[in-house]
């Protein structure tokens, strides 16, 4: 599935490498919704990451992504998480 929203850049994180074909850079996005400030946070995956390079703090943007959601079992316990997945950030 195929979401929009539109915010300013909150903050721009690091990068962090897991291996030789996996690494992601995650940036912080202020969202208004009605009188609050949403703060969702947004991970761009390998190649994608360079899109962070043309943005800075504070640049109003329109970010394209996906909801991904996994399952995992760790000790026959389940745990789940939710990623939104950003493909394309617009000026």
């Known amino acids: 599935m195929n979401y929009t929203t539109k915010g300013t850049i909150h903050a721009i994180l690091d990068d962090q490498v897991y291996s030789e074909t996996f690494a992601k850079r995650e940036f ?10 949403e703060y969702p946070k947004f991970q761009l995956i390998n190649d994608r990451r360079g899109q962070l ?10 970010v394209n992504f996906n909801i991904k959601g996994r399952e995992h079992v760790k ?9 939104l997945d950003a493909w394309k950030i617009e000026h």
């Open 28 to 37: 912080i996005l202020a969202v208004v919704d009605g009188e609050y400030t």
């Open 53 to 62: 390079s043309n943005v800075t703090e504070g640049d109003v943007v329109t």
């Open 75 to 83: 000790n026959g316990e389940k745990q789940y998480y939710t990623n």
